[in-house]
């Protein structure tokens, strides 16, 4: 199937300093594009991924699981780390959940983490039916667009496939006890209000963690889709300069790229 337009992978060759960006579940790169440009203008290396699944029908996410969308990632962070000296991996909810497992496995190959909104458990007593409803309903409604700004929205599928939900949930499950394997810093980032993920996800990422340095940013202004909401530009800014604090390099290269 073609992608959707908007929904393409985004890649730019920068300097020695590398990002990956992984976009959340249902979703497409298109929620991180301006992330991703963002970082790029200031002379970072940057990959944004398509996941399997995403960005074309939800017929074909029904097809994957969270091993196909880990694999994905797995493989640009190690692409990334074959040009970069300093890498370091992000992303929104589901794509936060991507990027924690990044750090716990694969250790000082990853720099430092940025999580927008991370997500850690799927909610409710839809959580316990997914077992049978998987095979009894193919989807629900979809989770896409949770954005406070007026005009904004998230190319994202209008359903959620129930077979990769439930491979979400175990995917949840596995992650939970693996994070205190991540001890490279981190910043975390989430809305006040959101109508998917709620804080209590972020708090779990905090006290499960191993990281030492750790700094917490609440988004009074925004819902889930933080990154294409009104505290868009706080985020962009905020994890430059975390990877700038870390890799000082950055703020040369990024004067080279503006300028």
């Known amino acids: 199937m073609p992608v959707l337009p908007g929904a393409e ?24 594009r301006p992330w991703a440009e963002h970082h790029a203008g200031h002379g970072l290396t940057v990959s944004l991924p398509l996941l399997p699944g995403h960005g074309t029908r939800w017929e074909d996410m029904q097809l994957t699981g969270w091993q196909d969308w880990y694999a994905e990632v797995d493989r640009e962070l190690r692409l990334l780390r074959e040009r970069c000296t300093r890498v370091f991996v992000a992303g929104l909810s589901m794509g936060g959940a991507l990027a924690l497992r990044l750090a ?51 190319l994202g599928y209008d359903k959620v496939p129930l077979h990769a939900a439930h491979s979400l949930r175990n995917f949840f499950r596995m992650l939970d006890g693996e ?8 910043l975390l980032l989430h809305s006040a209000q959101d109508h998917v993920v709620p804080p209590a996800d972020s708090a779990r990422v905090l006290s499960r963690v191993s990281s030492l340095d750790v700094t917490e940013v609440v988004l009074e202004q925004s819902y889930h889709v933080a990154t294409l909401d009104n505290d868009a530009d706080r985020i962009f800014e905020e994890s430059l300069a975390f990877i700038g604090r870390l890799a000082p390099s950055v703020g040369k290269e990024g004067t080279a790229a503006v300028g």
């Open 104 to 154: 716990a496995k694969h250790g000082e190959d990853v720099d430092g983490v940025v999580v927008v909104n991370p997500a850690n458990k799927v909610h409710g007593l839809a959580a316990y039916a997914l077992p049978v409803a998987r095979h009894l309903v193919r989807t629900t409604k979809g989770i896409a667009s949770d954005i406070a700004r007026g005009g904004a929205a998230e």
């Open 9 to 32: 992978p985004y890649r730019h060759e920068g300097g020695e300093v590398g990002v990956l960006l992984c976009h959340g579940f249902t979703g497409s790169p298109q929620s991180l």
């Open 179 to 186: 994070l205190p394997q991540v001890t490279q810093p981190l």
